[in-house]
């Protein structure tokens, strides 16, 4: 791929054409991106960025053997999902076996927003109510049933009646019990809207809540509580998942949870736009008695052989236990350098609270490191490597830390 000269009218054509509130872009002064290469990210003026932000490109930017699973089966064949494909059958196959039993449908579609969307459109079908349970500080995604959702993001006063919100797990102490205490203070307050509790959503590592470590407890409290009032439970691994917490393939299996949804996005093609949503089959019977699905590009060949690829180079390259080890090294840097700083997470999702997090992030990227900011009033550092970090990337990341600090 040949360089390419930074293009000063790029950023006004883009508020032009796209809208600048409407698409936002991060820095003050945005990065004109170029090209991709394992840890880095490459830019117009010539400079290149150790990324420490980007969950996508999970196995690393433009990994060679998904690139070229990527460009076989493009060049072969690629359509809409209603024939019959051996690339559809293995990835469910293979993402079922992943998970606990009982999990055994996949479908498929393109966003995270869209698995989530799908997921409260069975529970509703399922449990005959209307009602669902998010926590603060959440985000779930776009649609309109998800973007309510999505209390990170959504204005309060137009949320509707059908959504009531728990407070998100602050410290250790948030245990089972307290849990318990939330999803039925949450579930009243549904039933004081004439709804009830019909789906209760939760992001497993709370990345946009400012990346909290909630204890066992507190995970399987809300999960047990949801269903002993008869309302079911979505684990959204959307940011979660594929290893990212270094101990399992999935988060919600840190908890010992046994959700009724699963969804999976964002790292699931690398790049390539493909989720998906797990469940168990006679909740997906149940919804297509009496309504239906189809996704015109979900689960097609070549986003199938994509996400395939990524299961098998995490697979090979070990890279849940990876993330696992080079996550402890990175967060025990951290400490030594910020001692004073509340430093959370598990495996590669680490969050730093900071005073001035956007400012620290503008200098680190100064330094040649690009993170983002999270959490309450966007104080919190967001670290979110590809999961290929080696001791390398995290002594790297610490120099220039301690050079932003200073
Ligand atoms: N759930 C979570 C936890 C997410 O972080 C996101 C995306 N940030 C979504 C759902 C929505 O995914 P998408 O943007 O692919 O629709």
Redesign the pocket.
């Known amino acids: 791929v040949s360089a390419q000269a930074a293009d000063p009218t790029l950023l006004v054509r883009r508020q032009a054409a796209l809208g600048g509130e409407l698409s936002p872009l991060f820095y003050r002064s945005p990065l004109q991106v170029v090209r991709g290469e394992g840890p880095w990210i490459h830019t117009a003026d010539g400079r290149r960025y150790l990324d420490a932000y980007n969950n996508v490109p999970v196995v690393g930017h433009a990994h060679p053997a998904v690139v070229q699973a990527i460009s076989r089966q493009a060049a072969v064949l690629n359509l809409n999902s209603r024939y019959l494909h051996p690339n559809v059958v293995e990835l469910a196959e293979r993402l079922t076996a992943s998970m606990p039993d009982g999990l055994d449908t996949c479908v498929f579609a393109?966003?995270?927003?869209?698995?989530?969307d799908l997921a409260w459109r069975m529970a509703r079908v399922v449990t005959g109510r209307g009602g669902a349970v998010v926590a603060d500080l959440?985000?779930?995604?776009?649609s309109e049933a998800?973007a309510a959702f999505s209390t990170n993001t959504y204005p309060v006063e137009a949320r509707p009646a059908h959504v009531a919100v728990f407070e998100a797990p602050r410290d250790a102490g948030d245990d089972g019990i307290a849990a318990v205490e939330r999803v039925r203070a949450a579930r009243a307050e549904l039933q004081r809207a004439g709804h009830d509790l019909s789906l209760l959503a939760v992001?497993t590592?709370f990345?946009?809540a400012g990346i909290l470590t909630p204890t066992d407890s507190f995970m399987r409290g809300l999960q047990d509580e949801a269903r002993a009032v008869g309302g079911l439970f979505l684990a959204?691994?959307?940011?979660?998942g594929f290893g990212r917490g270094g101990r399992n393939l999935w988060r919600f299996q840190d908890f010992g949870l046994t959700p009724d949804f699963v969804?999976l996005?964002?790292p699931m093609g690398n790049g390539h736009?493909v989720?998906a949503l797990i469940t168990r089959r006679e909740i997906a019977e149940a919804f297509v008695e009496v309504d239906e699905y189809f996704s015109t590009f979900g689960g097609n060949p070549v986003s199938c052989v994509a996400a395939l690829t990524v299961l098998d180079v995490i697979e090979q390259s070990d890279l849940v236990a990876r993330s696992g080890e080079v996550g402890a090294l990175l967060r025990a840097g951290l400490e030594s350098l910020v001692p004073d700083l509340p430093v959370r997470g598990q495996g590669l999702m680490v969050g730093v609270e900071m005073p001035g997090a956007a400012d620290f992030a503008e200098r680190l990227r100064e330094y040649g490191v690009l993170v983002g900011t999270t959490g309450p009033g966007g104080g919190v550092l967001k670290i979110r490597p590809p999961l290929i970090w080696t001791a390398a990337e995290v002594e790297q990341f610490l120099i220039a830390f301690q050079q932003a600090l200073r």
């Open positions: 393109n966003s995270g927003s869209e698995a989530n959440s985000y779930h995604g776009v998800t992001d590592v990345s946009s959204d691994e959307v940011q979660a969804t996005g964002k736009p989720a």
